[in-house]
């Protein structure tokens, strides 16, 4: 991340993985509405799935590989209220890929009236054993790619 606004495109971001659920009240604070620290689980389970799904586990990148992921920094914009039992999508998509960190982003869609509640984006890190940066190895680039 340099500072640098990315020009705007009207073009998405390749699709990687979606999931839909209802929200339930574990998700909801007290007026039923949607708290707002409740997206961050979701989007971490599906980032996880889609790594997952890619023979890039988590726990064990360092013993294969020698490099791991951390996160770096999460933004989430809340763009509309989303409700006790509103069934709700969210979709990965692949943002920038830079040297040593990837930036994944997501969009939260209500699915009774296709409105996008919320934004997000969750930038990726490459590292080493002992927590430097690493170029983002051959492997993940390919799996970003494909």
């Known amino acids: 991340m340099t500072g640098i606004p990315e020009p705007a495109t009207d073009e998405r971001p390749p699709l990687l993985r979606e ?36 023979d ?14 951390v996160s770096r920094a999460t933004h989430c914009d809340y763009l509309a209220a989303a409700r006790l039992f509103d ?18 982003d997501f969009e939260m869609w209500r699915r009774a009236d296709e409105t996008l509640v919320a934004t997000a984006s969750n930038w990726l890190v490459t590292v080493s054993a002992d927590q430097r940066p690493v170029r983002i190895p051959e492997i993940l680039r390919q799996c970003l790619a494909g």
Request: no cysteine; charged share 25%; hydrophobic share 45%.
């Open 87 to 104: 069934e709700i999508t969210i979709e990965l998509r692949l943002g920038r890929i830079g040297t040593s960190s990837v930036r994944f």
């Open 56 to 69: 890039l586990r988590q726990d064990t990148l360092l013993e294969r590989f020698g490099w791991w992921t």
């Open 19 to 54: 999931h839909t659920r209802r929200l339930s009240y574990a998700d909801t604070d007290p007026a039923g509405i949607l708290y707002y620290a409740a997206w961050f689980p979701r989007m971490e389970a599906l980032q996880t799935e889609w790594l997952f799904l890619q």
